[in-house]
């Protein structure tokens, strides 16, 4: 093989390898997914789910390639107010006795500037799913600023904020609509392995 073609099978190499992806992991300390809704317009509502699980797949070198998958447990609703998340979780709306988990399964990411993606996927909440879209800001990438002083916080790490707005009668929740559903996510993730 001479000097030429072994440079050309390099470069075809090149061309067809899978490109490399990080994994990275919710850091569950740091990751909140918060939610608002109208109170019949006389006042917005706020809660949170505190149980959330999340992988992402970042390629660095093709962002559009990456893939986010992420997991929430509809029993960790919170309002401030026990009647109110009882109720929340109960048949009127979430039902988490019957459908326990509320998932996201990124179906496509296209990058919008330097730092901010669309991340399009499928929402599943009460068993019911539906395309929904990420407005997505990444906000750290790299060496956590801890790093050098906790230990927990070496490595590499992500962050991102997030945000989209639902029907929750599209997915079944709710006897009646108080409109769209504000959802509102912020995480650091750090990197597996």
């Known amino acids: 093989m001479t000097f030429k073609s072994t440079i050309a099978a390099v470069a075809l190499m090149a061309t067809v390898a899978p490109a490399y992806a990080q994994t990275y992991k ?24 505190t ?7 970042l390629n660095a070198d093709d962002i559009e390639a990456s893939t986010l998958n992420v997991t929430i447990d509809a ?44 991340v399009t996927g499928d929402l ?11 407005k997505a800001t990444l906000t750290h990438q790299g060496e956590h600023p801890l790093g050098s002083i906790i230990d927990y916080y070496k490595g590499d790490w992500v962050a991102f904020s997030a945000s989209t707005e639902i029907d929750h009668m599209e997915f079944g929740v709710g006897s009646f609509s108080t409109g769209p ?3 509102a996510i912020d995480t650091e993730m750090k990197a597996d392995g």
């Open 75 to 118: 029993g960790s609703v919170a309002s401030g107010f026990g009647p109110l998340d009882d109720h929340l979780k109960s048949a009127d709306f979430l039902e988490v006795e019957t459908y326990p988990e509320i998932t996201f399964v990124s179906t496509g990411i296209k990058r919008t500037g330097d730092s901010t993606a669309d």
């Open 51 to 57: 149980t959330v699980e999340g992988v992402l797949d």
């Open 26 to 49: 919710t850091d569950q300390g740091h990751t909140e997914v918060r939610f608002g809704w109208s109170h019949a317009g006389v006042s917005t509502q706020h809660g949170e789910f």
């Open 124 to 134: 599943t909440i009460h068993g019911v799913t539906k395309p929904v879209v990420l």
């Open 181 to 183: 559903i504000t959802i």
